[in-house]
C-alpha cells in the first residue's frame, strides 16, 4: 500500500488588529515625510526578504520544516542573485509571530519600518498572513503568502472587487478545495449526509460560516446538509454542547477547520461522551503528523482532511527539478529533520522563495517596490509545491492550488496517511478507498 506519511483563530477581532496596525503604520509613514515606498530608488547591493511565519505557538505544526526550508533557501541564495547583468547580496530575516495576530503585524511593522526589507513573505493561516498583509498594503511594500483560504485572506481582510489588494499576491487552495472535495470522498461511505462543521470564531471560521461564499453552500450541491452548532472560541475545553447539538441532530460527518489543540479536545471528549460519526474530513488539525498520534487509545485512526502535497505529487522546484520525494528524503536525513516527520506546508514557504526569484526575474530594479509588485502579476512557475499561476485566479493577486483526500492508518504499528480520492487531481494516485471510522 501507498505510505504517504510514517510514524507518525477571531474574524472581528483580526480585523481591528489588522485596521489598527495599518493606520499605525501609515501615520507613522506620513509624519515622516518620506516618500512612497513604491517609489524605489535604494542605493543598496543587498536585497532584503522578511520571512513572518508562527514558528511556535498554537500554529507551530505548520512551520517545523523551515529550520531545513530556510537553509536550503540560504544556500541558494549563497552566491547573491542576479538582476539584470547585476549581482546582488540577499539576506533574509525570518521572524517568529508565535501564532499571534497582533505580533505578527507588529513584526511587519518593525521589518517594514526598521529593517527596510524590500519585500515581506508571511505563511500558515489567516492570523499571520491578514496582519502582514494589511501592513504591507498600508506602507506599499510587494507582500507573498501561502497557506491560508484565499477567501479568508481577501474577505477576511476586508478587500473586495471594488477594494482588490495593491500589493499583496497570496497562493493555496480556497474552501472550494475543501467544500468541492470533501463531498467526493464522503460518497465512498453510507450516510444519512448530514454534515456537523466546527468553524471556530476566528478568520477561517467566519471565512467557512459565509452565507454566500461558505463551505455549506459548496457541499448542498452534492447532496449534503450542514449542521452548524454555532462559533466557539481557540482554545475552547469544553465542547459538551456542541457535541449534543450534533448527537441531537444525528450528525454522522464530521467537518470543519479549528485549531489542534482544539480538535484534540473535541474528539476526545466525543468519544467519552458515545457520539462516533462515520466520516470525519478535518482541516487545519489534521494536516501535521503531531496530533493524530498523540490522541489516546488510537482514536485518531480513521480521521481524515484535503491534502495538497506529499511524495507522489508530480511537482518539481523551479531552482533544482527536486521532487517531493526527494526533497522528503534530503529532510528526513538532515541534522534539522532528526526526530521529525516531513510536512506538507513547508512546500508551500520553500515556494514562496522561488516565487519571489520568479519575480524578480522580470523586473530591472529589485529596489522599485511598484514594478516587483506588478512583476508576481505575470509569474506562472512550477514549484515544488505545484503550478503557481497567477495570470488567471478567482480573484487580483490570488494563485490556487489543487487538494485531494487523506486518511490516517496506523500500518505494521506505524501511523500513515494514504490518498483516498482524487477526484480533483487525478495525477496523485489513490492508494484505496475512504474506510469509515469505528
Excluded at 99 to 111: I, M, N, R, V, Y
Excluded at 320 to 327: E, K
Aim: some cysteine.
Amino acid at each position: 500500500m501507498e505510505n504517504l506519511f510514517s510514524n507518525g483563530a477571531k474574524k472581528s477581532k483580526l480585523a481591528k488588529v489588522a485596521f489598527v496596525a495599518a493606520m499605525v503604520s501609515a501615520a507613522a509613514l506620513a509624519l515622516s515625510g518620506c516618500a512612497p515606498a513604491g517609489s524605489g530608488g535604494s542605493t543598496s547591493e543587498t536585497i532584503k526578504i522578511g520571512y513572518v511565519h508562527p514558528a511556535t505557538g498554537a500554529y507551530a505544526g505548520f512551520t517545523d520544516g523551515d529550520p531545513y526550508m530556510l537553509k536550503v533557501v540560504r544556500e541558494h541564495y549563497a552566491d547573491g542573485i542576479t538582476i539584470g547583468g547585476k549581482t546582488y547580496k540577499v539576506e533574509i530575516l525570518d521572524r517568529d509571530s508565535g501564532s499571534d495576530p497582533a505580533k505578527a503585524g507588529e513584526l511587519a511593522q518593525q521589518l517594514i519600518t526598521q529593517d527596510k526589507v524590500d519585500l515581506l513573505l508571511s505563511t500558515s493561516t489567516p492570523e499571520t498572513t491578514n496582519p502582514v498583509i494589511a501592513q504591507c498594503e498600508a506602507n506599499q511594500v510587494p507582500c507573498l503568502s501561502a497557506i491560508a483560504p484565499w477567501q479568508a485572506v481577501v474577505f477576511g481582510g476586508g478587500f473586495s472587487a471594488e477594494k482588490p489588494m495593491k500589493w499583496s499576491h497570496h497562493f493555496f487552495f480556497g474552501i472550494e478545495g475543501f467544500g468541492d472535495t470533501d463531498p467526493h470522498a464522503w460518497d465512498q461511505i453510507a450516510t444519512n449526509k448530514k454534515v456537523g462543521v466546527l468553524w471556530p470564531n476566528d478568520a477561517d471560521g467566519q471565512a467557512f460560516r459565509d452565507a454566500k461564499t461558505g463551505y455549506a453552500q459548496l457541499v448542498k450541491k452534492y447532496g449534503y446538509t450542514v449542521v452548524d452548532p454555532g462559533p466557539f472560541e481557540d482554545g475552547n475545553q469544553d465542547f459538551t454542547s456542541i457535541i449534543s447539538k450534533f448527537k441531537a441532530a444525528d450528525v454522522q460527518i464530521i467537518a470543519g477547520v479549528p485549531i489542534p489543540p482544539d480538535f484534540a479536545t473535541f474528539w476526545t471528549q466525543a468519544k467519552q461522551q458515545g457520539f462516533t460519526p462515520k466520516v470525519a474530513t478535518v482541516g487545519k488539525a489534521l494536516f501535521f503528523p503531531q496530533l493524530v498520534p498523540s490522541l489516546p487509545n488510537n482514536i485518531g485512526q480513521g480521521l481524515a482532511f484535503g491534502t495538497w502535497w506529499g511524495p507522489t505529487f508530480p511537482f518539481k522546484s523551479s531552482w533544482d527539478g527536486t521532487t517531493p520525494d526527494q526533497w522528503i528524503k534530503n529532510f528526513e536525513a538532515s541534522p534539522e529533520g532528526k526526530g521529525l516527520i516531513w510536512n506538507q506546508a513547508t512546500a508551500e514557504n520553500y515556494a514562496m522563495f522561488e516565487l519571489v526569484d520568479a519575480a524578480l526575474a522580470k523586473v530591472t530594479d529589485p529596489f522599485n517596490k511598484a514594478e516587483v509588485t506588478k512583476a508576481f502579476d505575470s509569474v506562472n512557475i512550477m514549484t515544488l509545491a505545484g503550478q503557481i499561476d497567477f495570470t488567471g485566479g478567482p480573484f487580483p493577486g490570488i494563485a490556487t492550488i489543487p487538494t485531494v483526500v487523506g486518511q490516517w492508518q496506523i500500518t505494521n504499528g506505524k501511523w500513515e496517511w494514504v490518498v483516498v480520492d482524487n477526484t480533483n487531481y487525478p495525477a496523485v494516485p489513490v492508494a484505496r478507498k475512504l474506510l469509515p471510522l469505528k
